[in-house]
Structures are given as C-alpha cells and as structure tokens.
C-alpha cells in the first residue's frame, strides 16, 4: 500500500478537542483572525504546533506578532481583586471613625497597614489625632486598582510614562507575547485532506496516482542532528601547525615518552643540577619508580625516525653510512662539560651528581626529545629538520594563563654555517605563516641556547607587544659531547599551542580550553582554523 499522511489531530490542553479542526472552524467564519483573541487561554506553542501543520499542507498561511505585554504580579491582582493598600487603611479608618494606629493591623493585613497607612497620609485621605488616625476625606477614587484593573484587561497602562513606577512598586511585569494572524492558504479546504507520500507500482498500474494528492517535498527541512565527533580546538590548530613544518620538510620527532630522566631532560642540555628549573616547585618527580637507569636508545623512538627519515627528501638524499653511538661515553662527556669543562669551555666547575641524572621526572620541555635526536643525528652528522607538538609538565599555580600542563612546538634546524641573522630571517618567514609579520626580538637566557632571543609580536586585538616564542643558537657544551662536528649549528625555537588558540578562537581563560570547565558544545560547533587568516 502507498504510504499515507493524513489529518494529524493537535488536541487543546484540556485533551478534549481537536485543536486542528477548530482553526479551520473558526477561519471559515473569520478571515483573517488573531490567535490571541480567538484562542486566549491555548499555549503559544500549541497554537503554533498547530498552524505548522495546516501551513505545511498550504491549507493556511500565518504571521508570527510579537509584542510586549504589562502582566499584574500577585501582589498587583490582589490589590485589583481586593483595592490598594492605603484604600484598605482609609476604608478601616472610615468605618471606625476613629482608630487607634496599635489596632490598625488587626483591621487590615500588617503588610497594608505598613504600605498603606504612608501612601494614604500622602493621599490626605487620613491624618493622625494623637495616638489615632482619623479620616479627612469621605470618598476616595482607588487610582491605583482602576489602572491595575485596565492592566489586567488590556495588557497595558494608559500612559506609558506609569509603567515604570509600578514596576518599581513590583506591582507589574512585562513579557513577550507571541501571537499569529492566520488567513486561508491556497488550499484551503475545512477538512485536511489524505495526502500520498510514496508512488507505486500499483498505483502507476491502476492510474490512481492521477488523482491522487502528493505530499510535497519539504527541501527546507533541516536532518536530524547527528551525534558525530569532534577535534579539540587544539588538534586543529595543531595540524595547521604539522602542515607548516612539512611543507618545510621537517620531521616529526616521537614524543609518546611523557616520564623521562634528568639526564635527557637536564644534563644533556647543559642545565647545571642546582638550577631553579629542577627544584620540587617547578618540576614534577616521579616517586614510583624513582629512578631509571643509564641513558641508552630508545628501539620505538629509533624505528618511528628511520621510517620519518626514509620519506624525507633531506635525509633520504644521504649516502653516508651511519656509525654506532656510543652512550656511556656521552654520558661520561656530559659529566665533564659540567664539573671541569670540555671541549673549549670551563663547564660549571661543580661536583656533579650521577644520582641527580636518573631521577624521574614529567618531561618540563620537548628539549629532551630534540635532544635524544640530535644525538642519534651524531651517527652520521647532516643537515637535519626536526619539530614536536606535544604535552609538557610544570609545577605552576592555576590561573586564568596557566595551567600545569601544556603543549609546546619546537623547531630544531641542524645545517653548517648557520648563523644569528638565519635564524631571524627564519622565524620572520614561520610567523608569517601564522599571519604575524610585525616581529620584535629581545636578547633572553637560557641554559642551552646562546645567543638567545625572546619574540615578540604586535597584536592588533590588544594593540600591544605579545612574547610569541623563544629561540636560540645550540650551545658547544650541549651539542660537542653528543659527537657533532664543531661546524655543525643547530638553531633551535618554541611557543605554546595554548596561546595562538586562545587568540584564533577568542577564548579568555585557558581552562574554558583544557579541564573539566570545557564545554562540549563549544568543541563541537567551532568552526575550523586558518593560522593565516584573521
């Protein structure tokens, strides 16, 4: 059988009628009319419920009317059911002729007597005798009931200008009130007709369907919502980051490895062991296991980069044959740049502590990652291209900008005769990318860098400079002990994810971003993020 829509009853509230039929009724005796004053006491959204349903068949056709409308509060349908407060004290002074002010609210409600007995002093409808209140006027006009009562009729003041002081007197509140004027359609019958919604092979057969009444196509209809995933604002921004560094032919480094040792973390980037960095308020230890062992390779971290480096046309232009590296003595070079100095420089000159390089830390940069790879890069020294995204730790107090955990980019550039004035050129290109061209650099220190740079760019939103990132130059006494040729500099620089999201997205407080105040609609309605694009 072909498949069938026919009338669709929408019953009043009172479950009893067929609200459908009486819209019909009544337009049939009025056209047009307003729902407002032939339905009062009918919900709006059944009212509406039930016009869609005859406008999707063209039977009706409707205007939507909003307006604003002045309803009486309960206190304000008391006094319109009952009179004012000061009527109340005038009429119980009235009829007493004369009444002691301590009997007042026995005669009328204590919040009356309170209200009233001011407003009718105002009034001169009263006047005190002493301890008593005497009447000075014989009749009085309730102005305030009058107007409450035309209110309650006709859903507004006489004169505007009264609205105000009795929404102060919490007498009256205004609502939006949603009405329709409806007219006939242009098929409009006074009964909704059966209407086909599928053709069939019977109905082709017999010749019913020329008769028939089709449903029509509603193209306007909106699909059911579909319940699908969503990337995180960061992963968005994140992968317009990935596609820079690969269009640059960088190589993503492997950094799954959250827990790493001090050595890798700390030592191999010649931060000296009483460094603040490495204090229990900034970094967190590991207490279980405590400590690891020896630096060493890492099988997972070594196979991800062959297969990386096998597609990358800078490494997989290199015919030399790679060496076998061998950690203890970098381990033991590392030891000597620190406590008496090596290759050129005088170290830290202190005594160095084994204990301190296997303690287990959450990793406080993705350093520790470039680090292990420059060191692989030692087996066979090239020029190189190298960036991570990922997780880091640090022990920071919560605020609006900071969170314990965060993402950190890095970029590392192993090339010979690499020089300061490269590396500016450089990030002048990269930022630019991420729509930044007005850049500042501001000389910074950092333990493994030197000369190092802080950047800083212009940002128009809060028409002030912004730090962006942080750069510098490898220096000899991290990169010399892993095995590099001394003509062999690597530029190294880094920014958070968190930070250009925050301004892509207009987001405020990074823990709207990451954390359990994170609101899922927001996840899932954001629209995708072009870096180079405001």
């Given at each position: 059988m072909?498949?069938q829509?026919?009338?669709?009853?929408?019953?009043?509230?009172?479950?009893?009628?067929?609200?459908?039929?009486?819209?019909?009724?009544?337009?049939?005796?009025?056209?047009?009319?307003?729902?407002?004053?032939?339905?009062?006491?009918?919900?709006?959204?059944?009212?509406?419920?039930?016009?869609?349903?005859?406008?999707?068949?063209?039977?009706?056709?409707?205007?939507?009317?909003?307006?604003?409308?002045?309803?009486?509060?309960?206190?304000?349908?008391?006094?319109?059911?009952?009179?004012?407060?000061?009527?109340?004290?005038?009429?119980?002074?009235?009829?007493?002729?004369?009444?002691?002010?301590?009997?007042?609210?026995q005669?009328?409600?204590?919040?009356?007597?309170?209200?009233?007995?001011g407003?009718?002093?105002?009034?001169?409808?009263?006047?005190?005798?002493?301890?008593s209140?005497?009447?000075?006027?014989?009749?009085v006009?309730?102005?305030t009931?009058e107007?409450?009562e035309?209110?309650?009729?006709?859903?507004?003041?006489?004169?505007?200008?009264?609205?105000?002081d009795?929404?102060?007197?919490?007498l009256?509140?205004?609502?939006?009130?949603?009405?329709?004027?409806?007219?006939?359609?242009?098929r409009?019958?006074?009964?909704?007709?059966?209407?086909?919604t599928?053709?069939?092979?019977?109905?082709?057969?017999?010749?019913s369907?020329?008769?028939?009444?089709?449903?029509?196509?509603?193209?306007?209809?909106l699909?059911?919502?579909?319940?699908?995933?969503?990337?995180?604002?960061?992963?968005?921004?994140?992968?317009?980051?990935?596609?820079?560094?690969?269009?640059?032919?960088?190589?993503?480094?492997?950094?799954?490895?959250?827990?790493?040792?001090?050595?890798?973390?700390?030592?191999?980037?010649?931060v000296?062991?009483?460094?603040?960095?490495?204090?229990?308020?900034?970094?967190?230890?590991?207490?279980?296991?405590?400590?690891?062992?020896?630096?060493?390779?890492?099988?997972?971290?070594?196979?991800?980069?062959?297969?990386?480096?096998?597609?990358?046309?800078?490494?997989?232009?290199?015919?030399?044959?790679?060496?076998?590296?061998?950690?203890a003595?970098?381990?033991?070079?590392?030891?000597?740049?620190?406590?008496?100095?090596?290759?050129?420089?005088?170290?830290?000159?202190?005594?160095?502590?084994?204990?301190?390089?296997?303690?287990?830390?959450?990793?406080t940069?993705?350093?520790?990652?470039?680090?292990?790879?420059?060191?692989?890069?030692?087996?066979?020294?090239?020029?190189?291209?190298?960036?991570?995204?990922?997780?880091?730790?640090?022990?920071?107090?919560?605020?609006?900008?900071?969170?314990?955990?965060?993402?950190?980019?890095?970029?590392?550039?192993?090339?010979?005769?690499?020089?300061?004035?490269?590396?500016?050129?450089?990030?002048?290109?990269?930022?630019?990318?991420?729509?930044?061209?007005?850049?500042?650099?501001?000389?910074?220190?950092?333990?493994?860098?030197?000369?190092?740079?802080?950047?800083?760019?212009?940002?128009?939103g809060?028409?002030?400079?912004v730090?962006?990132?942080?750069?510098g130059?490898?220096?000899p006494?991290?990169?010399?002990?892993?095995?590099?040729?001394?003509?062999?500099?690597?530029?190294?620089?880094g920014?958070?994810?968190?930070?250009?999201?925050?301004?892509?997205?207009?987001?405020?407080?990074?823990?709207?971003?990451?954390?359990?105040?994170?609101?899922?609609?927001?996840?899932e309605?954001?629209?995708?993020?072009?870096?180079?694009?405001?």
């Amino acid at each position: 059988m072909p498949g069938q829509r026919g009338p669709v009853p929408v019953p009043l509230h009172n479950g009893n009628r067929d609200l459908t039929l009486d819209i019909l009724e009544t337009l049939e005796e009025h056209d047009p009319f307003q729902t407002q004053a032939q339905f009062p006491d009918v919900p709006q959204a059944e009212i509406k419920a039930a016009l869609d349903r005859l406008a999707s068949r063209s039977m009706v056709e409707y205007d939507t009317q909003d307006r604003e409308i002045v309803v009486l509060t309960a206190e304000g349908q008391q006094i319109a059911d009952e009179g004012s407060h000061e009527y109340k004290v005038w009429k119980a002074v009235k009829e007493s002729g004369k009444l002691s002010i301590k009997e007042l609210p026995q005669k009328v409600a204590a919040e009356s007597a309170k209200v009233g007995q001011g407003n009718a002093f105002k009034l001169k409808w009263i006047k005190k005798d002493g301890d008593s209140l005497v009447p000075i006027a014989d009749s009085v006009q309730d102005v305030t009931r009058e107007l409450l009562e035309h209110v309650a009729t006709n859903a507004a003041f006489p004169d505007p200008k009264q609205l105000k002081d009795y929404q102060k007197r919490k007498l009256v509140a205004t609502q939006k009130q949603i009405a329709y004027k409806v007219r006939k359609g242009p098929r409009w019958a006074k009964e909704i007709p059966v209407e086909v919604t599928d053709l069939t092979a019977e109905m082709l057969e017999d010749g019913s369907w020329q008769t028939a009444s089709f449903k029509p196509y509603n193209f306007k209809a909106l699909g059911a919502n579909q319940s699908s995933g969503a990337l995180h604002p960061l992963n968005k921004v994140r992968e317009e980051f990935r596609k820079i560094f690969f269009n640059w032919d960088f190589i993503e480094m492997p950094t799954a490895r959250f827990v790493d040792s001090g050595f890798w973390n700390f030592d191999a980037l010649f931060v000296p062991q009483q460094h603040p960095a490495r204090d229990l308020q900034d970094t967190f230890y590991v207490s279980d296991p405590p400590s690891s062992g020896p630096p060493g390779p890492d099988p997972i971290a070594d196979a991800a980069l062959d297969e990386m480096e096998a597609d990358s046309a800078t490494f997989s232009t290199s015919t030399s044959k790679s060496s076998k590296l061998d950690y203890a003595k970098y381990a033991s070079d590392v030891r000597a740049v620190h406590e008496t100095g090596a290759f050129g420089s005088i170290g830290y000159r202190y005594p160095y502590n084994e204990a301190e390089t296997t303690r287990l830390v959450l990793r406080t940069h993705t350093t520790a990652v470039s680090t292990y790879c420059l060191h692989r890069l030692a087996a066979n020294p090239r020029p190189a291209r190298y960036f991570s995204i990922d997780r880091v730790f640090r022990n920071e107090t919560v605020d609006a900008t900071h969170l314990a955990e965060f993402h950190q980019i890095e970029g590392v550039i192993a090339d010979y005769g690499l020089t300061l004035g490269g590396l500016m050129d450089f990030l002048a290109s990269f930022f630019k990318k991420l729509g930044i061209t007005n850049l500042r650099f501001k000389p910074a220190y950092n333990p493994y860098t030197e000369p190092s740079m802080e950047v800083f760019g212009f940002h128009v939103g809060l028409a002030k400079w912004v730090e962006i990132g942080n750069s510098g130059m490898f220096r000899p006494e991290m990169l010399l002990p892993m095995g590099l040729p001394e003509d062999l500099r690597v530029y190294g620089f880094g920014l958070s994810l968190e930070r250009p999201t925050m301004i892509k997205y207009g987001v405020s407080n990074i823990r709207e971003l990451l954390g359990h105040k994170v609101d899922l609609g927001f996840i899932e309605s954001n629209a995708a993020v072009r870096l180079d694009k405001d």
